[in-house]
């Protein structure tokens, strides 16, 4: 396991290769579909790897090809979030944000969607009452594990 920036440095330097990205995210999306008998209502990667200049075509054109129609996208502009502490966390998520509004074209010419995004500033000890209600304040999706369809089946929520 290579961890969110082992991960970043190895697609930078071509130790892993988009072939090989390509191939496991299918493998991903057709294990999901095997076992539950239906396309996942949205896919995203883990640490938002999904972002990566690199990787988010490929991510995309995955996505399409078996017809899941969501994914996420972090947005959020984690400078003004006084809280994250160290200085290298908010620059890791600031990175983010910026490969994620990169691939939004990317994305949005595949057909995706994504909804609203927040959660930089609500991980783990940095989670309060007061920052979570901030969030749904602004109706936006919340970054946390567990899903449910939304009407239609268009989407879905993350809860």
Not at 43 to 57: S, W
Not at 85 to 109: G, M, Q, V
Request: charged share 20%; hydrophobic share 40%; with cysteine.
């Amino acid at each position: 396991m290579l961890g969110k920036q082992g991960f970043r440095h190895a697609i930078l330097i071509g130790s892993v290769s988009i072939s090989q990205v390509k191939a496991e995210i299918s493998a991903q999306l057709q294990q999901f579909i095997q076992a539950f008998g239906e396309l996942p209502t949205h896919a995203d990667g883990h640490q938002h790897v999904h972002v990566i200049p690199a990787v988010a075509p490929v991510f995309a054109s995955c996505l399409r090809e078996v017809g899941v129609r969501c994914t996420r996208v972090p947005t959020e502009d984690p400078q003004p979030m006084s809280w994250i502490t160290p200085p290298a966390r908010k620059l890791f998520y600031a990175t983010i944000r910026d490969e994620a509004l990169s691939s939004c074209s990317i994305f949005a010419d595949m057909g995706l969607c994504w909804p609203r995004w927040a959660g930089f500033g609500i991980m783990g000890n940095d989670c309060t009452i007061e920052r979570v209600e901030s969030i749904l304040n602004r109706q936006a999706e919340l970054a946390c594990a567990g899903k449910k369809r939304t009407p239609g089946n268009y989407g879905a929520c993350w809860l």
